[in-house]
């Protein structure tokens, strides 16, 4: 069954501590993406990579860290530097140009 | 990626059309135009995309104004279901990168 994988639903962690949520995708893409979702506020860009080994920032990338070691994961590091990490996390990928998207079920990170 | 333009809120009746608008008039001519939908709290859903003419699935109608600075997502008998945020992107011209903005609420009424 193929498609895009985001685990786990829920994550808490410490204020603190660095956090890694997982993005997996059995669709052969290329592209894959990083969102966050605050409440009531649209899809901001993290991070995306067009191919293996390579990224770029988004809009907010600012305590996030990525690495893309293979095509089918990319998954995301929430470093302590990140002020307010608490939100909704979307994971996205696509084969490039031209294609549609599709997303993960998305991430809730809650900080304490 | 150009930025897009979309009104914060719309309603519609259940069973009428819903023709949500989207303006992108700093397009590039090698920009696609993406929809997608929102449910609270789910992953974003693909709905349609189109470079230049008009496009349709089983979802909903795209049309493209000629001159491609604005476009229109047609739910043609739009139901409850459809209750959601709906956004519209304008992407490609040598990047990856998909920028979303803010969306429109689209609120079906019984």
């Known amino acids: 069954d193929g498609g895009i994988t985001q685990s786990p639903k829920y994550l808490f962690r410490k204020e603190g501590q660095n956090v890694t949520l997982s993005c997996e995708q059995n669709?052969?893409?290329?592209?894959m993406y990083w969102y966050r979702q605050d409440p009531g506020q649209g899809l901001r860009l993290i991070y995306y990579?067009?191919?293996?080994?390579?990224?770029q920032k988004g809009d907010i990338a600012e305590g996030y860290s990525v690495s893309r070691e293979k095509k089918e994961s990319f998954p995301l590091t929430v470093t302590s530097a990140q002020k307010n990490p608490t939100a909704f996390y979307l994971c996205?990928?696509?084969?490039?140009?031209?294609?549609?998207?599709?997303f993960g079920q998305g991430t809730r990170l809650t900080v304490v | 990626d150009a930025k897009t333009t979309q009104p914060p809120s719309m309603d519609c009746a259940e069973g009428r059309a819903a023709n949500l608008p989207c303006n992108h008039s700093?397009?590039?001519?090698?920009?696609?135009v993406y929809w997608y939908r929102q449910i609270h709290s789910q992953g974003p859903q693909y709905i349609i995309h189109?470079?230049?003419n008009n496009e349709t699935n089983e979802m909903a109608s795209l049309i493209i104004t000629e001159d491609r600075k604005s476009s229109t997502l047609i739910l043609p008998h739009a139901t409850l279901r459809d209750t959601a945020v709906y956004y519209c992107?304008?992407?490609?011209?040598?990047?990856?990168?998909?920028?979303f903005g803010k969306g429109t609420k689209l609120t079906v009424n019984p």
């Open positions: 700093t397009i590039s001519g090698n920009e696609y």
């Open positions: 996205a990928s696509r084969y490039g140009y031209g294609t549609e998207a599709f």
């Open positions: 992107i304008a992407a490609g011209g040598g990047s990856e990168k998909l920028v």
């Open positions: 189109g470079l230049k």
């Open positions: 990579s067009q191919i293996v080994n390579d990224f």
């Open positions: 669709l052969n893409h290329d592209a």
